[in-house]
C-alpha cells in the first residue's frame, strides 16, 4: 500500500506539473507541442485538454482548460494522497506488518 500511495503521489504531481508547463507555453503559440521533445508536454496532457475545450470554450479568446486540470489534480491528489487523503488515512490506520 505504501508504494501505491507514492507513485499515485508522484503521478498527481507530475500530470500537475506538466499542465502547468502547458499554461506556460500558452503564452508562446509558436511552439508546436507536437514535435521533439515539447511531445513529452503535449502528448499526457492534450487528449484531457481536447475534451475539456467541448465543454469550456475559451473565455476572451484565452483557452482556461489547463487551468481547470491543475485546479482537478491538485484536489485529487490533496483528497487522495495528501496529508488528510483518503490513502494516507488508510496507511496511518493499517496495523503493522510483522
Known amino acids: 500500500m505504501p508504494l501505491v500511495h507514492l507513485a499515485l503521489g ?11 508547463f ?4 500558452t503564452w ?14 503535449g502528448a499526457p496532457t492534450e487528449p484531457l485538454l481536447a475534451l475539456t ?5 475559451p473565455i476572451g479568446g484565452v483557452d ?3 487551468v481547470v486540470w491543475v485546479g482537478l489534480l491538485s ?4 483528497l487522495v ?5 483518503l490513502l494516507t488515512q488508510l496507511l496511518r490506520h493499517q496495523p503493522p506488518v510483522a
Open 53 to 57: 475545450r467541448r465543454l469550456i470554450p
Open 28 to 41: 508562446y503559440p509558436a511552439i508546436d507541442l507536437s514535435k521533439g521533445p515539447m511531445r513529452l508536454i
Open 10 to 20: 508522484v503521478l498527481l504531481a507530475a500530470w500537475t506539473l506538466l499542465f502547468l
Open 64 to 66: 482556461v482548460t489547463p
Open 75 to 78: 484536489l485529487l491528489r490533496e
Open 22 to 25: 502547458r499554461i506556460v507555453l
Open 81 to 85: 494522497v495528501g496529508q488528510q487523503g
